[in-house]
């Protein structure tokens, strides 16, 4: 067990199946520290260690070590950037629109398939102490927000709009840009017109 717990510490709280058994861990092994509680499966062939100073994030750091194209988006990633109140009971997820199904065991996901154009732009990669985590910018978070205003309700993208223009570090000609790549301009320029003044 001990040799286990070592691969998991080595790779910052998860390892994969075939890791394990590269390293020569049985996978009775594996099946064994599952069932008493010391690593817990995320899908299949990926695990994460229990006991390990994860932080507010691991849900993220979950949900971007089981698909290297994940990206946290729109509901989630507006609560991560404390432009919303709203605290999602699932991590809202994009990946490439052409991409297989994408399902999780843990933590709840609700997956976006994005089309090209909406899913490259924007990505901030963060190291957070849970793992490194891909994320939307706040610009393109809220361009997407708008993109899905109809499903995600007016009240959490006037907020998170509201919250972004009163921060100092707001960048309102990159908001601007964005929207106006992702065709949101005419649906977002409003909004801040009447909200700056």
Not at 29 to 56: N, Q, R
Not at 166 to 193: H, S, T, W
Request: with cysteine; aromatic share 12%; net charge positive.
């Amino acid at each position: 067990m001990e040799n286990l717990l070592k691969i998991f510490h080595a790779h910052e709280g998860f390892a994969r199946m075939q890791e394990l058994r590269d390293k020569g861990i049985q996978t009775r092994t594996v099946a064994k520290a599952v069932s008493e509680g010391i690593i817990e499966k995320v899908k299949p062939g990926l695990y994460k260690l229990v006991d390990y100073p994860w932080d507010e994030h691991s849900g993220f750091a979950d949900v971007c070590n089981s698909h290297k194209k994940a990206v946290i988006c729109l509901t989630s990633a507006a609560d991560y950037h404390e432009l919303t109140t709203f605290n999602p009971s699932y991590i809202t997820v994009a990946v490439p629109h052409n991409t297989p199904n994408f399902k999780l065991d843990y933590p709840p996901i609700q997956v976006y398939y994005f089309p090209h154009k909406y899913y490259e732009t924007g990505i901030e990669e963060i190291d957070t102490e849970s793992g490194l985590i891909k994320i939307y910018n706040q610009e393109k978070t809220l361009c997407d927000l708008f993109r899905y205003r109809n499903k995600i309700g007016d009240d959490i993208v006037i907020e998170s709009l509201k919250n972004y223009l009163k921060q100092k570090k707001r960048d309102i000609n990159k908001l601007i840009g964005y929207a106006n790549m992702l065709g949101v301009k005419e649906k977002i320029f409003p909004y801040i017109k009447a909200i700056v003044g």
